[in-house]
């Protein structure tokens, strides 16, 4: 039985490396392209005896045979790999957002290629051998043989394998069950690996007082799976930003994201760590932007309509959305990004009320917007009916099953929808023109691969992902009033990004300075605002 699963997992479950060595290897050299089967089989062998005792075998292989079955689909439909970023945001994600990958194609590969093959192992009776001597000798002849085969496939295919290995080093993570692996890495990283110190960074932050006196208003709206390429702001064909068209948006045009899932990428770009040097525990365990912002005296409210914050608003007043709300906009599993500008409406007419019953001035504020943004497969529950302006649009989550176009369309629906939510933050932002100093900035966490080279979703490793994933647009709604009152030059900031090349190392040092907020632990280079500042 060890040497049937093994066989199995070389040749039927691990097919998508398979088939990317052998489209790696089509040189003509058809010997080396068949042997990843049996080198795969081999080491499975050896991997899977280690396990091949009672009341552990069984369990142990049905848990690699379930997971590893809808591994497969996610590789051969989306080309996922199953890295430690994946792993760490398939944890991190929400019940309404994993019940959104399931569909009838994604079902039944689960039970053919997963639950049979379980089924059959539970009603076999296995056996270890009549006598201990037995046992020992059949391990051996079964280790040797094993250890034989990697050596005959090392000995004759050595140099094929370091070749295609060396240039294309993202191939180890596309061994099923290697996800198994970097799930235990992840759970012992989060839960049982004694937290760091934390470091209260920013604490001498500071506000500059604004040059007309008023009180500050920024709104950050953080989007979800926006890519660049399709937003009219970058260049592309279609307008998918018609509802802001007309306000004056400053569009950077060259952004790169600091990863291409959330769990990864939501916590950098809050951070003061850079792309090259971020490391999650070392993020969580200091403060972000939002608390340095809040050191500074301003109050930070952070609104969820994603299903989580990753910890970014584990310090500050954070408002989370149940998508179980009687509300219009949620339908029990997510809520249109519509009801952000409910909530912000309400916040800003409360805090209003309570100053004007108070006799007191009005505060200084950060609010942040979670949206769902263009989160997928489900790309049209993103959006109302009557928001969709390009169709036919693809409405089912085995989006592979599309048309290229359709995908394309939906997708398209669900920028043009965020542009919708913007402008109307915005009309929001404006009702408060004579109280606050008020200004919005846009910036998405990561991107989307829509079927280009095969590739759908996002959550590519960094150092492979197409730029579909990592470019990433970024918007920013300074009014006059705002950049004068803060002592900056608009038309500068303008200028800056339609030339210069930036990415999420730059939100930190940039949002406190937009705001005005002096720190140590702000650095000029990184702030897009230094050379425009007029005073």
């Keep these: 039985m060890t040497c049937i699963i093994a066989v199995y997992f070389g040749l039927v479950l691990n097919f998508p490396i398979i088939r990317k060595i052998y489209q790696l290897s089509a040189d ?134 370091a070749s295609v290995g060396r240039n294309n080093n993202y191939l180890n993570k596309m061994i099923i069950p290697a996800h198994i692996y970097n799930t235990v890495k992840y759970l012992n990283n989060r839960y049982f690996t004694e937290k760091l110190t934390f470091d209260p ?58 990863g291409t899932a959330t769990a990864h990428s939501l916590p950098c770009m809050f951070s003061n760590l850079i792309h090259d040097n971020y490391n999650r525990e070392v993020a969580d365990a200091r403060n972000n932007v939002l608390d340095v912002v809040k050191a500074a005296g301003v109050n930070v409210t952070w609104f969820e309509n994603d299903g989580g914050d990753k910890d970014v608003g584990a310090r500050i007043n954070k408002i989370d959305i149940s998508p179980s709300e009687p509300n219009p906009l949620c ?21 209003s009320q309570a100053s004007a019953l108070s006799g007191k001035g009005l505060e200084n504020q950060f609010i942040a917007l979670h949206t769902i943004g263009s989160h997928g497969p489900t790309y049209w529950q993103r959006y109302p009916a009557d928001k969709a302006l390009f169709t036919p649009a693809c409405s089912r989550s085995d989006i592979e099953n599309c048309s290229d176009q359709e ?42 691969s829509l079927g280009e080279s095969g590739m759908y979703l996002h959550g590519t490793p960094y150092s492979i992902a197409p730029s579909q994933q990592t470019h ?34 730059n939100l930190f040092h940039t949002l406190l300075g937009l705001y005005g907020v002096s720190s140590s632990v702000r650095d000029p280079k990184l702030d897009i605002t230094t050379d425009c500042k007029m005073n």
């Design 201 to 258: 960074i920013g604490q001498d932050a500071q506000l500059t007082p604004s040059v007309n006196g008023k009180p500050t208003l920024m709104v950050l709206v953080v989007g979800e799976t926006a890519r660049a390429e399709n937003m009219a702001y970058n260049g592309y064909q279609r307008n998918t930003n018609p509802y802001t068209e007309n306000l004056g948006m400053i569009a950077l045009q060259n952004v790169s994201s600091c």
């Design 28 to 161: 003509g050299h058809v010997l080396f392209s068949l042997s990843p089967a049996l080198l795969l089989s081999s080491c499975f062998m050896l991997i899977f005896s280690l396990f091949a005792f009672k009341f552990v075998f069984k369990p142990v292989m049905i848990v690699l045979l379930l997971t590893s079955s809808a591994a497969m689909y996610a590789m051969l439909q989306y080309n996922v790999m199953f890295d430690y970023g994946m792993i760490e945001n398939i944890f991190e994600t929400n019940s309404g957002e994993a019940f959104s990958y399931i569909s009838l194609p994604s079902i039944s590969y689960v039970m053919v290629l997963g639950v049979i093959p379980s089924v059959l192992l539970y009603r076999t009776k296995l056996s270890s051998g009549p006598s201990l001597a037995k046992i020992v000798l059949r391990r051996a002849g079964f280790t040797i043989f094993s250890v034989v085969l990697v050596g005959l496939m090392v000995l004759f295919f050595y140099k094929d394998y």
């Design 472 to 505: 990433v647009p970024w918007f920013m709604w300074l009014p006059q009033d705002y950049t004068q009152a803060k002592d900056i030059d608009r038309e500068c900031v303008a200028e800056h990004a339609l030339s210069g090349s930036y990415s999420h190392d």
């Design 407 to 448: 995908i394309v369309n939906v997708y398209d629906n669900t920028i043009a929808y965020t542009d919708f939510v913007l402008a109307e933050t915005i009309n929001v932002l404006k009702q408060y023109q004579d109280k606050y100093n008020v200004a919005l900035v846009y910036l998405s966490d990561h991107g989307e």
């Design 331 to 351: 339908d029990g599993l997510s809520c249109y990004d519509e009801i952000l500008v409910e909530k912000l409406s309400q916040k800003l007419q409360q805090d």
